[in-house]
């Protein structure tokens, strides 16, 4: 990645624009996903006169659209020329502005449209070689005015993703990866979505006790009887340690959202608890952690 600072003066209420462009097939789909992950408003294909006028709508949202990420292609026939002064009125609205051009090899590019099977843009009277040649030569003063060159020739999308995420997301370590926590009881069936299933029905059942039977896993008098058992202690520290383990693996993946869930005979009393508790946990990380008890809610 090169890097070359740009910037509008002072930014107005601390509007982010991104402007991505670069050759065709070089990634602006998979970089798209990886800023709507980071809650970009994302529009693809804007031509460049019409930056300014979006520049006005987000400063006129109040707040609603800060994050914007904008996607131009050779397919809008526009020039360097209209792309420089349009970024230049919003250098003058006093909106910043970051500018990533996307390259990749030759070969690479071949390869990918012939993987694809997409028609590259300006093949219409061009070999794929040549049309590949004649958009680097009209997109060349572009690029080096970008303030990202990012080269997606070895770099997988996960990768792509993850170097977004270190570069222009604003946000704690791990709060990308969204964790979804749900507790069911398997009388009821078991989640559709869930990533990852876990059976607590070995541990000791409240339900049995008549003065717990009828309170739920975020009750203290349930969470102490669950908890004063050794078993139940011994897999509390093994499942943190497990889901501690696992969840930066996937975050290195690129993976946005994970379901967990957690299953008892009713989905009351110890899937709810052990919710509760990796709700907790995974919060203190800085997580990004939505929970749902679906035979309660």
Same mark, same amino acid.
């Given at each position: 990645?090169?890097?070359?600072?740009?910037?509008?003066?002072?930014?107005?209420?601390?509007?982010?624009?991104?402007?991505?462009?670069?050759?065709?097939?070089?990634?602006?789909?998979?970089?798209?996903?990886?800023?709507?992950?980071?809650?970009?408003?994302?529009?693809?294909?804007?031509?460049?006169?019409?930056?300014?006028?979006?520049?006005?709508?987000?400063?006129?949202?109040?707040?609603?659209?800060?994050?914007?990420?904008?996607?131009?292609?050779?397919?809008?026939?526009?020039?360097?020329?209209?792309?420089?002064?349009?970024?230049?009125?919003?250098?003058?609205?006093?909106?910043?502005?970051?500018?990533?051009?996307?390259?990749?090899?030759?070969?690479?590019?071949?390869?990918?449209?012939?993987?694809?099977?997409?028609?590259?843009?300006?093949?219409?009277?061009?070999?794929?070689?040549?049309?590949?040649? !004649? *958009?680097?030569?009209?997109?060349?003063? =572009?690029?080096?005015?970008? $303030?990202?060159?990012?080269?997606? &020739?070895? %770099?997988?999308?996960?990768?792509?993703?993850?170097?977004?995420?270190?570069?222009?997301?604003?946000?704690?370590?791990?709060?990308?990866?969204?964790?979804?926590?749900?507790?069911?009881?398997?009388?009821?069936?078991?989640?559709?979505?869930?990533?990852?299933?876990?059976?607590?029905?070995?541990?000791?059942?409240?339900?049995?006790?008549?003065?717990?039977?009828?309170?739920?896993?975020?009750?203290?008098?349930?969470?102490?009887?669950?908890?004063?058992?050794?078993?139940?202690?011994?897999?509390?520290?093994?499942?943190?340690?497990?889901?501690?383990?696992?969840?930066?693996?996937?975050? !290195? *993946?690129?993976?946005?959202?994970?379901? =967990?869930?957690?299953?008892? $005979?009713?989905?009351?009393?110890? &899937?709810? %608890?052990?919710?509760?508790?990796?709700?907790?946990?995974?919060?203190?990380?800085?997580?990004?952690?939505?929970?749902?008890?679906?035979?309660?809610?």
């Amino acid at each position: 990645m090169n890097n070359n600072a740009q910037s509008g003066q002072d930014g107005v209420e601390n509007i982010q624009f991104i402007i991505v462009t670069g050759l065709s097939g070089a990634g602006r789909t998979s970089i798209s996903h990886a800023f709507e992950d980071l809650d970009f408003f994302v529009v693809d294909n804007m031509p460049p006169e019409l930056i300014p006028k979006f520049g006005e709508i987000c400063i006129k949202s109040q707040k609603k659209i800060n994050k914007v990420l904008l996607v131009l292609d050779i397919r809008g026939g526009f020039t360097a020329d209209e792309l420089f002064s349009a970024l230049n009125e919003l250098i003058k609205m006093n909106i910043s502005y970051r500018m990533i051009f996307l390259d990749a090899s030759d070969q690479v590019l071949v390869k990918r449209f012939s993987e694809t099977r997409r028609k590259h843009p300006l093949a219409n009277k061009l070999i794929l070689k040549d049309a590949i040649e !004649k *958009e680097r030569q009209l997109l060349a003063p =572009i690029k080096e005015k970008a $303030t990202f060159t990012i080269n997606t &020739s070895k %770099l997988t999308v996960a990768k792509l993703k993850e170097m977004v995420a270190k570069v222009f997301a604003d946000i704690k370590e791990n709060s990308n990866l969204i964790v979804n926590l749900v507790s069911f009881g398997y009388k009821h069936g078991i989640p559709d979505d869930a990533d990852i299933i876990l059976d607590l029905r070995f541990l000791p059942n409240p339900f049995y006790e008549p003065d717990l039977k009828h309170l739920t896993g975020m009750d203290k008098k349930v969470a102490d009887y669950i908890l004063d058992h050794s078993i139940a202690v011994t897999f509390k520290e093994k499942l943190f340690d497990f889901i501690d383990f696992l969840l930066p693996e996937y975050v !290195k *993946e690129g993976k946005s959202k994970i379901e =967990i869930a957690l299953g008892c $005979t009713g989905g009351q009393h110890r &899937s709810v %608890l052990f919710c509760e508790l990796l709700f907790a946990h995974l919060s203190a990380k800085n997580y990004n952690v939505i929970i749902k008890h679906r035979e309660i809610n």
